[in-house]
């Protein structure tokens, strides 16, 4: 029991420490007061900014970022162009509508101010990497560029012969795209394009070979290029009449072959040049009457001379009728043999005499009815069969007068037959091209398919003309020459060379051969990769592995083929570059593992100029591995406050990566004190919060930056109908730092 003297003592205590507390402004049962907020302080650096960020453009105003896909950083300097479908200039592609070219920060601004049509073609160029393309109302908001491959194809006629000074464009979007390079083929019909990163299209259109684009297997410098095989075509000339060219828009007239088309800018004087064209053409003519873009006129025409378009006869026509041409008569035919009978398989054309249009075509079989050519009164060119028929005539001028129906009577001759032989036998199916030289020096050129069931039609061909067969098989392309005209016949012998055996070791892990730009089936047999390929001359070798997580694009040499002697060639085992595995450790601001972490590895290969990727997961240590974890790598990885981390690896690993400690706060507010809805480019990362992390709208504009690391960081602001800032900061380790921005309002935007 406690004895007053000791109670006395206790209570004397308690009185002391009340005293003590009260004198300390609290008392036993006050609450601490919370410390107050930190008041907003101005960044230590401020400019305007004239750019854009994204989603904070005005109407009508296109924003891209452009960025080294190795580094993250961003490249100044960029050209980003805009290119309206179909729109073209003199000699091709014209100037695109608007373009911009990117700021320190990888920023280009573009202003549209050509609205149709809605979409169009987007083109990213920066000098020493490969180009990007896409097509729509607006580019990608971010586009990231690579060095790419310096390589070379070559392009020959269709008589094999090397097609110099052709225009040569690299596509990567649909035919109606621009070129992202553009260069010209040498004496030897060798062209070279300067850092291709992406698979596209080769376009060409030039004197003698037919417009065309294909998908080649383009070859570094150092091996021999993969040659391509062009078709015949004409040069076509001509002039449109009968309405003011000013008028005419988009001015521009196209045709259609049997492959692609091709299309030209009408000129100030209503004249026009199509290179590339198909002797027998779809040409199509579109304009603009009243701001309505229309096709006027479309028709087959034989292209042998300067052509004149009268818009006055299909001005209101669509599809090119002419109602004013006056009533078909009836025009009965014959096509006379040399010994005086009529010839049976034949075909005859009637062209109009001024512009060279088609007006009919009668084609008669073995056993059909011969139907009479429907034309109106008017002046005609009439031809007896094609460049492979029998019997032909060349073009006769005939009158047609209006209820004065005249016959129409050909005097023909015949062609030799044209017969193909393998081995000196003849094939029961085969499909080739026949190229010959017409008297004019020109080319023409016919696909042939022989299905060995007896029924094809004969292929004939001049008697004098020099002539050879086209063969392509396995992406290989041979040229066989034909033999002078013999008892009415003219014959072709094809002998295929045997392909290349091709025998190497190999290790278990091989995931694909690639030769010459062409993936290669193979076998494998006691420990060695077998195959067998109809490539020549000097090709690129090339394997790739894998792991367990990715593709490693590993060995490579050059070889020649064929071989010497013999159809087996061995190499000696390829020496792979087998790299080491590398190890990152993540660490939070604290030192702590982060563990279960994905992360994202990209490394640029030197020597493949491609980038090779991996996705990886951090363990109960905070370790990953790969063998792509090397000098120069980059890492990306995502903090828990959702703040994207963007590494480059330097040095000798193994690597330590930590998140720092500092964090900065920002609020965003207008002339009125507002918050206001912004985007911010900060360092080198876009964070458009999007108030996701926030409950409510008065958070508005109010931005939260953490896990940085100590340094100095940049800042650029940009809200719609305000003026964008650029701003500077320094955070030390640990430092937390709220910072306010007040935007000036932009009357111009």
């Given amino acids: 029991m406690m004895s007053p003297v000791t109670r006395t003592a206790y209570r004397l205590l308690g009185l002391a420490l009340v005293a003590l507390l009260t004198a300390c ?7 601490p007061k919370p410390a107050p907020a930190p008041k907003p302080e101005p960044a230590e650096w401020v400019k ?31 050209v980003v162009r805009r290119h309206l479908e179909m729109e073209m200039g003199p000699a091709g592609w014209g100037p695109s509508y608007e373009e911009a070219t990117t700021d320190e920060h990888g920023i280009a601004v573009i202003p549209i101010v050509e609205q149709r049509p809605w979409s169009a073609h987007w083109v990213v160029h920066a000098e020493g990497f490969g180009s990007d393309e896409t ?23 269709a008589m094999g012969r090397a097609a110099a000074g052709i225009p040569i464009g690299y596509k990567l979007g649909c035919g109606h795209a621009p070129s992202v390079y553009d260069t010209t083929t040498d004496a030897e019909g060798r062209f070279v394009l300067r850092n ?90 579109y304009w603009a009457p009243e701001g309505k873009g229309q096709r006027i006129d479309s028709g087959l025409y034989h292209l042998g001379r300067p ?19 006056g009533k078909d008569e009836e025009i009965p035919w014959r096509v006379v043999t040399p010994d005086g009978t009529d010839a049976v398989v034949v075909d005859i054309h009637a062209y109009r005499a001024h512009d060279g249009r088609e007006a009919d075509h009668e084609y008669t079989g073995h056993g059909d009815t011969r139907s009479p050519l429907l034309l109106p009164p008017g002046e005609y060119d009439v031809v007896v069969g094609d460049a492979t028929s029998r019997w032909v005539a060349p073009s006769r001028r005939f009158v047609v007068e209006a209820g004065k129906p005249q016959p129409l009577v050909v005097q023909a001759t015949e062609q030799p037959r044209l017969v193909v032989q393998w081995n000196g036998k003849e094939p029961e199916k085969c499909t080739y091209s026949l190229a010959f030289a017409r008297p004019d020096g020109r080319i023409d050129h016919e696909h042939i398919e022989i299905d060995g069931d007896g029924e094809e039609d004969p292929v004939h061909l001049p008697a004098a003309a020099p002539a050879r067969v086209r063969v392509q098989m396995d992406e290989v392309t ?26 190497f070791e190999a290790p278990a892990d091989v995931a694909r051969v690639v030769l010459g730009g062409y993936e290669h ?35 490579e040499r050059l070889i020649d083929l064929p071989p010497p002697a013999g159809q087996v060639l061995r190499l000696d085992p390829l020496a792979y570059a087998a790299a080491p595995v590398g190890e990152i450790t993540l660490l939070d601001a604290d030192g702590k593992p982060r563990t279960n972490v994905d992360v994202d590895v990209s490394w640029f290969n030197p020597v493949t100029r491609e980038l090779e990727q991996a996705e990886l997961a951090t363990d109960a240590h905070g370790d990953a591995q790969s063998q792509l974890l090397r000098t120069g790598a980059r890492v990306m990885w995502n903090s828990r406050s959702r ?107």
């Fill in 25 to 31: 402004g609290e008392t036993p049962t006050s609450t």
């Fill in 48 to 78: 305007p900014y004239d750019g854009w960020l994204p989603d904070t453009a005005p109407e009508n105003t296109a924003v891209v970022r452009v960025l080294d896909e190795r580094t993250g950083q961003p490249i100044r300097g960029a």
């Fill in 135 to 157: 097509y729509g109302v607006a580019p990608n908001e971010e586009v990231e560029l690579l060095p790419g491959r310096n390589v070379h194809g070559r392009i020959v006629d």
């Fill in 196 to 285: 291709v990163t992406r698979n596209g299209d080769v376009s060409l259109s030039g004197p003698g070979v037919l417009v065309d684009y294909y998908r080649a297997a383009l070859r570094r410098l150092d091996e021999t290029p993969d040659v391509h095989a062009a078709d015949a075509a004409v040069r076509v000339t001509g002039r449109v009449v009968g309405a003011d060219v000013a008028d005419l828009s988009p001015r521009i007239i196209h045709s259609q072959s049997t492959t692609r088309g091709v299309a030209a800018r009408i000129q100030d004087d209503g004249t026009f040049v199509l290179d590339g064209v198909a002797r027998e053409s779809m040409l199509d003519l």
């Fill in 307 to 325: 052509l004149i378009w009268d818009v006055r006869e299909h001005g209101d026509e669509e599809d090119g009728e002419d109602e004013d041409a």
């Fill in 478 to 503: 041979r040229y066989f020459d034909v033999g002078p005209a013999a008892d009415g016949r003219r014959v072709a012998v094809l002998e295929w060379v045997k392909p290349t055996k091709l025998r």
């Fill in 521 to 555: 089936e193979f076998v494998r047999r006691a420990g060695a990769i077998e195959l067998v390929t109809p490539l020549a001359g000097r090709v690129r070798l090339h394997i790739a592995r894998s792991d367990e997580y990715h593709e490693l694009d590993t060995g």
């Fill in 643 to 749: 703040i994207d981390h963007d590494r480059v690896l330097n040095g000798a690993g193994p690597w330590t990566l930590r998140t720092g400690a500092a964090r900065l706060a920002l609020d965003v507010r207008g002339p009125d004190g507002a918050l206001r809805e912004a985007a911010v480019l900060f360092s080198n990362e876009v964070l458009a919060q999007d108030n996701d992390d926030f409950d409510s709208e008065a958070d508005d504009g109010r931005f939260t930056f953490d896990t940085l690391r100590a340094g100095a960081y940049r800042l650029v602001i940009a809200a719609p109908g305000h003026r964008s800032q650029e701003r500077r900061i320094v955070l030390a380790e640990g430092q937390r730092r709220t910072i306010e921005v007040l935007l000036e309002k932009s009357e111009s935007r």
